[in-house]
C-alpha cells in the first residue's frame, strides 16, 4: 500500500471520527480502530480486484454512509466523556487529591518522628491543605496550558510558550512564600524576611519552565504530533461513500 492510498484511507476515517463530540484520547482510539478496519478491508479488496482504485471504492462503500458512522460513534461516548474533560475540571480534581495526600503524609511524618505530640500539627492541616492544592492546581493549569501552547492544532505559539515559562519559573519561589507568611514558619509581619529567604530560590527556580517543556514534550509530544496530522487531512477531498 502506498502513501496516497493510505491517506485516502485515512480522509474516509477522518470524515467520519472529526464530527464526534469526544475526549481527543478518545477519538485518538476511533481513528486507530477504524483505520485498522479499512486498511483491513482494502487489502482484502485489492487482493480479490486486482486494481487500487477499484479497492478504494469498494472499501468505502463497504464503510459505510460517514454521517451515519459518526452518528454510531456518537452513541458510543459515554455521556461524561462528550466534550471532554475541562483543564479546569482535571486541576482541580489534581488539587483535591494531593491536597489530601499531602495532609495525611504531613501528619504520618509529624507523628512518626514526635510521637502523640505530632497530633497537635493537624491545626496546621487545612491551611497546608490549600497551599498544596493551589500548587498543584498552578502546576496543573501549567502543564495543560504549556501543551496547548507548544503541541496545539495551529503549531507553536511561542509569545504564550514564554508567558507561561515565566509563570513557571515564578511558581516555586512564589508558594514557598506562601508556606513561609500562611502555613506558620513565620507571622504575616516578618514577609519581608520571608521574601528574602526565598530569593535565593529564583537561580534554582530556572530549571522549572525547562523541566515543564520537558514533561509535556515526552509526555504529550508523538500524540500531538500524531493528532496534528490528521487535522491537517481535507476531509472534503478522497473518495466518497
Known amino acids: 500500500m502506498n502513501e496516497s492510498t493510505l491517506t485516502q484511507l485515512k480522509i474516509l476515517v477522518e470524515r467520519a471520527v472529526r464530527p464526534v463530540r469526544a475526549s481527543t484520547a478518545r477519538k485518538r482510539k476511533m481513528r486507530e480502530e477504524l483505520l485498522a478496519h479499512v486498511v483491513g478491508v ?11 482504485r477499484a479497492a478504494l471504492e469498494r472499501t468505502a462503500l ?49 507523628i512518626l518522628i514526635h510521637g502523640e505530640r505530632g497530633s497537635l500539627t493537624a491545626t496546621r492541616l ?15 493549569l501549567l502543564t495543560l496550558a504549556m501543551r496547548q ?3 496545539g492544532p495551529a503549531g507553536p505559539s511561542w509569545l504564550q510558550v514564554g508567558l507561561l515559562a515565566v509563570a513557571a519559573w515564578l511558581i516555586i519561589p512564589v508558594t514557598a512564600l506562601m508556606s513561609h507568611a500562611v502555613i506558620g514558619l513565620t507571622e504575616m509581619a516578618d514577609i519581608q524576611r520571608s521574601l528574602w529567604e526565598v530569593m535565593p530560590l ?9 523541566a515543564l517543556v520537558a514533561v509535556v514534550y515526552v509526555s504529550w509530544g508523538s500524540e500531538c504530533r500524531h493528532d496534528r496530522e490528521w487535522a491537517r487531512l481535507d476531509i472534503a477531498e478522497g473518495i466518497h461513500s
Not at 126 to 140: G, H
Open 202 to 210: 529564583l537561580p534554582q527556580a530556572v530549571l522549572a519552565p525547562v
Open 126 to 140: 487545612p491551611t497546608l491543605a490549600l497551599w498544596i492544592a493551589f500548587f498543584a492546581f498552578c502546576v496543573t
Open 42 to 52: 482494502f487489502e482484502e479488496e485489492a487482493a480479490r480486484l486486482g486494481d487500487d
Open 62 to 110: 463497504r464503510f459505510g454512509n460517514s454521517t451515519e458512522v459518526t452518528s454510531q460513534l456518537q452513541e458510543s461516548v459515554p455521556s461524561g466523556d462528550r466534550s471532554g474533560e475541562s483543564a479546569l475540571r482535571l486541576a482541580a480534581s489534581v488539587a483535591a487529591l494531593l491536597g489530601a495526600a499531602g495532609c495525611f503524609v504531613h501528619l504520618g511524618i509529624a
Open 149 to 151: 501552547a507548544l503541541l
